[in-house]
């Protein structure tokens, strides 16, 4: 415990700055990612059950992947303005 205090002490505040960035994004990144997964999974079970309901499924599909795609936006944008803003 006590190295991970000195070690957090000699990086200093830019580099922490960069390192709460790196978490923002990666954190930000794995919710959208599973979330575009299940909804493309499912999305194909609903397809493979009832294929006359294709262009139906798929513009819901597509909306909800760019609403997911939103968050991960997002999460870049607080990334970048910890990283370079603040």
């Known amino acids: ?9 000699q990086i200093g505040d830019d580099g922490m700055k960069y390192i709460g960035a790196g978490i923002a994004m990666g954190l930000g990144a794995i919710g959208p990612a599973l979330g575009i997964g299940l909804l493309a999974g499912r999305a194909m079970e609903s397809l493979g059950r009832n294929p006359d309901a294709a262009p139906v499924i798929q513009t819901n599909m597509i ?18 303005m910890i990283g370079f803003v603040f």
Do not use: N, W
Not at 1 to 9: C, H, K, P, T
Not at 68 to 75: L, R, V, W
């Open 63 to 80: 909306l909800g992947i760019a609403f997911t795609e939103a968050i991960a936006i997002y999460s870049l944008v607080v990334a970048v």
């Open 1 to 9: 415990m006590e190295a991970l205090v000195g070690l957090l002490l």
